[in-house]
């Protein structure tokens, strides 16, 4: 009985025949549709970018600091008063098994210099693991021994997350005698004199209702990947938030190394868990409630930048999912409100929400790593140069303004936004239509001193580690894509996109196998 002869050339001719019937009539006139829509979105992102630089060169020129641009004087001892001249602060520390920087955070915050008496320390703890958990306890009675005035605060679930751990912890008696709450996550360390650089804003300023300090990273020389990430962040400080409190009083809450006014916080309806950014939900709130929020850009906070790729995706998922899904929840909410201006309410609807949290997710990967790609296979159809070369190039150049030290680094920063933008785009989706993992909530593992101390012990003979724990399919699956046109455009192409399709092929695949980040052996 004989075998059926495998006919290769059968199959491909097979293929051919319906790529061909399938490319006139749906593949051309669909690519040719997506790439309009990719343009009109890159302009739009073009716009925004270029808006935003002059903005910036405009406050630098001018000197328009905080400082300047509203009332701010240095506090100074009331000999009659007292200490009961100084505001009530409440300090609050949310944290979730932080068993490598919980001591940092609560010292930080317990080195604040503020009147002893008019300070409350709070460390809302929601950790899961019973050593841990009595390991901050401890830390908290031995700041207390030493006269701090701290509070160790639990509950007996996780519900709400962060916003439904600070939300329990406004609940509490003493919190009624405070006139402001500063937050800082369990990896940030404010230095002493934070209150003193931030209170008098809110004492001067009645309508003032947020200062926001900027983020410091102490930990981005570590690896490539927290190099990157600092590029992506110091363009977010230096640029989107000092443009929002320079124009608008409004920007994103940072949900740490703030400072808020208790009365404004209240009366913007306090915490709420409907989305994963209980931050910027409050901040939008406030100021639909005609509250101001100011920016100081020469306060830094340290803080710890996640290193490991896993605990960076989860940190973008979220970061992407939830102002997806806050400006599903708020758009028509922001649209009827009557207590702010309509050239505000644009700002906050267009240019916040709609091009820096939705639009320059997907045209970052639909257009760079999809529909870019995808015209090499269909050379009817072109992507004109000043879409596919300039606009990129002119807005890749302007995020770099905020890390000048990192000019270098800035095609490998390119390869790297357009990787991690493959989950931001599924983010951004999943929060735009409330599918499954809407509400995921994965703490950012943070590894303070961990690694160095791991890394002076004595490795295994056989460090082990789960393929899968490694292996990203998405990651790879892409890659697959951007090989083969970049082998076909080489072989058939005209514009020599292959340069960048294997560049940026290449870097998919070494976030696929997952070689990007710091790899922490378990000992």
């Known amino acids: ?308 790729f896993k605990a960076y995706r989860y940190q973008q998922h979220r970061w992407s999912c939830g102002p997806a899904n806050l400006f599903k929840k708020m758009a028509m909410e922001i649209v009827r409100n009557k207590k702010v201006s309509m050239w505000k309410k644009f700002y906050v609807i267009y240019s916040f929400f709609f091009v820096r949290k939705i639009v320059a997710h997907i045209v970052t990967f639909l257009f760079y790593c999809v529909v870019l790609p995808a015209t090499v296979l269909v050379p009817e159809v072109e992507v004109p140069k000043w879409g596919s070369v300039y606009i990129p190039s002119t807005i890749t150049l302007l995020n770099a303004v905020g890390t000048p030290r990192s000019l270098h680094l800035l095609i490998f920063w390119v390869l790297f936004e357009n990787v991690i933008s493959l989950h931001r785009t599924k983010a951004t989706f999943i929060g735009l239509l409330e599918a499954g993992r809407v509400n995921e909530w994965v703490v950012t593992e943070k590894l303070g001193d961990a690694l160095k101390i791991k890394s002076t012990a004595k490795a295994p003979k056989k460090p082990s580690f789960r393929i899968g724990e490694r292996m990203h399919l998405l990651e790879l699956g892409v890659g697959a894509y951007l090989f083969f046109c970049g082998c076909y455009d080489y072989a058939f192409g005209k514009n020599s996109y292959f340069i960048y399709l294997f560049l940026q092929s290449m870097a998919f695949f070494i976030a696929g196998i997952g070689y990007v980040g710091t790899f922490v052996p378990s000992f």
């Open 1 to 308: 009985m004989g075998t059926i002869p495998y006919d290769s050339d059968g199959i491909t001719n097979q293929f051919d025949m319906i790529w061909q019937v399938l490319k006139v009539p749906i593949i051309i006139p669909a690519l040719k549709l997506l790439v309009i829509m990719c343009l009109v979105m890159s302009i739009m992102l073009f716009i925004e970018r270029v808006y935003m630089g002059f903005v910036i060169v405009f406050v630098k020129l001018l000197a328009r600091k905080a400082s300047k641009r509203y009332k701010w004087e240095p506090m100074k001892d009331d000999i009659e008063l007292g200490n009961s001249s100084y505001p009530m602060v409440l300090v609050q520390i949310p944290m979730y098994n932080e068993k490598e920087v919980y001591q940092l955070s609560i010292g930080a915050a317990c080195g604040l210099s503020w009147p002893s008496d008019r300070i409350i320390i709070q460390v809302l703890d929601d950790s899961t693991d019973a050593g841990i958990k009595s390991l901050v306890e401890i830390e908290c009675q031995r700041w207390a021994s030493k006269g701090i005035n701290i509070k160790y605060e639990i509950r007996d679930n996780r519900n709400g997350y962060k916003a439904g751990a600070l939300k329990e912890g406004m609940k509490h008696s003493y919190v009624k005698h405070c006139d402001y709450v500063a937050i800082f996550d369990a990896d940030f360390q404010p230095e002493p004199d934070f209150l003193w650089r931030t209170i008098p804003f809110l004492l001067h300023n009645p309508q003032i209702a947020l200062v926001q300090a900027r983020w410091k990273f102490v930990n981005a020389d570590e690896c490539l990947m927290t190099r990157m990430q600092e590029m992506s962040l110091d363009y977010h400080f230096t640029v989107e938030q000092e443009v929002g409190s320079s124009t608008y009083a409004f920007f994103g809450f940072n949900g740490t190394a703030g400072v808020w006014r208790i009365s404004a916080l209240n009366e913007a309806g306090g915490w709420k868990d409907r989305t994963t950014v209980e931050d910027m939900d409050l901040a939008v709130r406030a100021s639909l409630k005609g509250w101001k929020f100011v920016y100081i850009s020469d306060l830094k906070v340290k803080n710890e930048l996640p290193s490991t």
